[in-house]
């Protein structure tokens, strides 16, 4: 088999390597001096955990074979095949090695079980996301969770089911050290497993890593080691370089932090003194976003490449205006400055850009004149109707077009959201969130709020609230949009009045790329100077922001 396929097949299990150092130090942990521990590796793979633990028991005097200690079970036959291979040719022991679906097996306290309890569950869970972890594992999984009293959203990829379930096999005073995704942070159907984890240990101990640990896959990761049962309020943290660095932990080099009770953990790889900072000034002069307007969805259309027209198009079909929509062009690549403008929305017209929605809601009773007909035959030749999307609608053709709001906002980037006005008046699609402002908030907020939203906490509020995805892209859904901390309106209010008379030459710096500068000249007159925050607390912020963006985006720090 060529390495391409293998690496391939081992990316549809979720089964990666794990590095020496890191099963050698986890294992220690685990088993410390108990030489009668019993340890389970629950996805054991080809042994790299059963054989830091082999070692480990070694170390301490045991002798003989040790297949009353050391428990591994996999799907995959030839994986434990080579598992007892290695452990007999390294260690001279053999382990009792199951082949099956962990979440299927009884835990210790349920009949039928075929596994005692244990001292010490180790392992790297196969991390398998929710598009392919389906059919009977899934419900295998759900159910060995639910079984713990975690119920866990049909999003959550397999590793969370299967942390659960391996708990349920650990003597009360038992540890668990496990290499679990570094999403156990940041998205919100590891929530479950969260609150879970502070309900059901006594202890729990984070390590990150600054540098990715997998060769072979793109994930980056987190080590969790519990212990204990009965909850626990704090969770101590350690971080370092790389995995060659955990055997140099020092007893004091962890600190301890207390997690929000709900949402996410991103936080908790901030330094604790700029974690504090970033809560306090954001609970005092900072609100939320939905403050000044809920985000919303743009139109879901099921097919944009036939529902958005270029200019060209529309008049090839010779298709009216008044059938037809303004929208800001799939995408968000064009929104440069803090402003969208009428003049922006022609230039994009006469580039060939999408710049039109089919909107045939005015069609009544087959009026529509031939060029709209004519199109839509076009589009039946396509099969756009066949589209998921469109078949759930009662007309395919007829997408719910979302009216104009106030402002844009860019949920998916590599840098940061931004917040743009919408000032051409135009629709949008899903690409991108829309904000109505409320009743309450004055019109000038439409100008203000997209360079207000330049400082330094908000970016580092985004960060903490978004969700990193493959590539390092920040995606922030609705819910999480409207979290973002933005300054309140009459600090707003104070700091546009300094801001204003700036604007044009501070879009100039957004449109060449210059968003560094923006931000240095925001923070100096909203956090400094409105907000009141010293010069160091400001460079806090600004460190913190730009390290979990440099961690997320894999960037050098």
Avoid at 167 to 188: I, N, Q, S, Y
Wanted: net charge neutral; glycine share 8%.
């Amino acid at each position: 088999m060529d390495l391409s396929h293998e690496l391939a097949q081992r990316k549809g299990r979720g089964a990666f390597f794990t590095p020496d150092p890191i099963a050698e130090w986890l294992a220690g942990w685990a088993i410390r001096d108990k030489p009668y521990a019993k340890v389970l590796d629950p996805t054991c793979g080809e042994a790299v955990f059963l054989l830091s633990a082999a070692g480990r028991l070694r170390s301490l005097g045991v002798e003989g074979d040790l297949r009353n200690q050391l428990f591994g079970v996999d799907l995959h036959r030839a994986s434990l095949d080579s598992a007892a291979e290695l452990l007999t040719s390294k260690h001279r022991a053999s382990a009792t090695l199951i082949e099956d679906d962990f979440t299927s097996l009884e835990s210790p306290a349920q009949l039928g079980h075929s596994l005692p309890m244990m001292d010490a569950v180790i392992g790297n869970p196969p991390f398998v996301r929710y598009q392919e972890h389906r059919g009977d594992a899934r419900k295998s999984s759900a159910a060995a969770a639910l079984a713990q009293g975690v119920r866990l959203s049909g999003l959550a990829s397999s590793w969370a089911a299967l942390l659960v379930h391996a708990a349920a096999f650990l003597k009360d005073d038992g540890r668990l050290a496990m290499v679990l995704p570094a999403e156990l942070l940041t998205v919100h159907y590891a929530e479950p497993i969260r609150r879970w984890l502070r309900k059901r240990f006594a202890a729990v101990r984070m390590v990150f890593f600054d540098h990715l640990q997998f060769a072979d896959a793109e994930e980056q990761v987190v080590l969790v080691a519990a212990e204990g049962s009965g909850g626990c309020d704090s969770i101590t943290l350690m971080e370092v370089e790389s995995a060659e660095d955990l055997a140099n932990l020092h007893a004091l080099d962890p600190f301890s932090a207390v997690p929000a009770d709900e949402g996410k953990w991103t936080d908790l790889l901030m330094v604790p003194s700029h974690r504090q900072l970033f809560q306090r000034t954001s609970g005092e002069r900072f609100t939320t976003l939905t403050a000044f307007g809920k985000p919303e969805l743009g139109t879901v259309t099921g097919a944009n490449s036939f529902f958005t027209l270029s200019e060209a198009t529309r008049q090839e079909f010779q298709i009216p205006e008044r059938y037809l929509q303004r929208i800001s062009p799939p995408g968000t690549k064009h929104l440069k400055s803090s402003t969208f403008s009428r003049g922006d929305w022609e230039e994009l017209r006469c580039a060939g850009e999408r710049v039109w929605l089919l909107q045939p809601n005015r069609l009544k009773n087959g009026s529509a004149p031939a060029g709209v007909r004519s199109y839509l035959k076009f589009g039946e030749s396509l099969k756009v109707q066949d589209a998921y999307k469109c078949t759930v609608r009662q007309d395919w053709w007829r997408p719910p077009a979302v009216s104009p709001p106030d402002l844009f906002f860019t949920y998916m980037s590599h840098r940061f959201p931004r917040i743009i006005s919408n000032s051409a008046e135009v629709g949008f699609l899903n690409s991108m969130h829309g904000i109505r402002l409320g009743e309450d908030i004055s019109s000038t907020m439409k100008e203000a709020l997209p360079l207000l939203a330049f400082n330094s906490l908000t970016l580092l509020g985004a960060e903490i609230f978004g969700r990193a995805y493959g590539g390092g892209i920040l995606k922030m859904e609705p819910r999480e949009a409207a979290s973002l901390p933005v300054p309140r309106p009459d600090v707003a209010e104070e700091a546009w009045e300094k801001v204003a008379p700036q604007r044009t030459s501070l879009d100039q710096m957004l449109v060449r790329g210059r968003w560094e500068e923006v931000v240095a000249v925001v923070d100096e007159i909203l956090l400094r100077g409105v907000v009141g925050l010293e010069a160091a607390d400001v460079d806090a912020l600004r460190v913190s922001g730009e390290g979990l963006r440099k961690r997320r985006t894999r960037e050098p720090r």
